[in-house]
């Protein structure tokens, strides 16, 4: 799903990590991250332009960060309660130290309801993020991802 927006949870994992934490690392920390996407304050311009580059490819569609953005608002206005959390041993990675390129995947589970809690939905999702070093840090560059299922 285009709107699953806890899929640059991951990439945070790869950028806000010291570059020479290995892989099995990186993965430790995932759980951290899903925790802060899940919350609406945590989806801020800053955040959006430390996560991602200037000029991204965002589920087939070539977006500006700002747009990446608003998109995230819209998101958060329909299902302000979320939760995410990366299927165990699905997080994978190819961001070794020091990677001009990389791409981390995951299965994630979620999970949405409205403001008032009547419109609930659940799934799992597979994600996808190429990331390219930009300014010292890796910034997704291509954000993309399908259902696996949902109720």
Not at 3 to 11: C, F, G
Not at 78 to 94: I, Q
Request: charged share 25%; glycine share 8%.
């Amino acid at each position: 799903m285009r709107h699953l927006r806890a899929t640059l949870l991951i990439v945070a994992l790869a950028a806000s990590t010291p570059a020479l934490a290995g892989p099995a690392e990186r993965d430790a920390h995932m759980d951290e991250y899903l925790t802060i996407w899940s919350r609406n304050g945590a989806v801020t311009p800053a955040t959006v332009d430390r996560l991602y580059a200037g000029r991204v490819i965002y589920y087939g569609r070539p977006m500006s960060s700002a747009a990446v953005f608003r998109d995230k608002l819209a998101f958060i206005r329909t299902w302000p309660r979320r939760s995410y959390e990366a299927v165990p041993g699905t997080v994978t990675n190819d961001c070794g130290d020091g990677a001009a390129r990389c791409r981390v995947t995951a299965l994630m589970r979620w999970s949405r309801a409205d403001a008032a809690g009547r419109r609930r939905q659940s799934g799992t999702n597979s994600v996808r993020l190429d990331l390219a070093r930009q300014d010292g840090a890796l910034k997704i560059v291509r954000e993309s991802g399908r259902p696996v299922g949902s109720r």
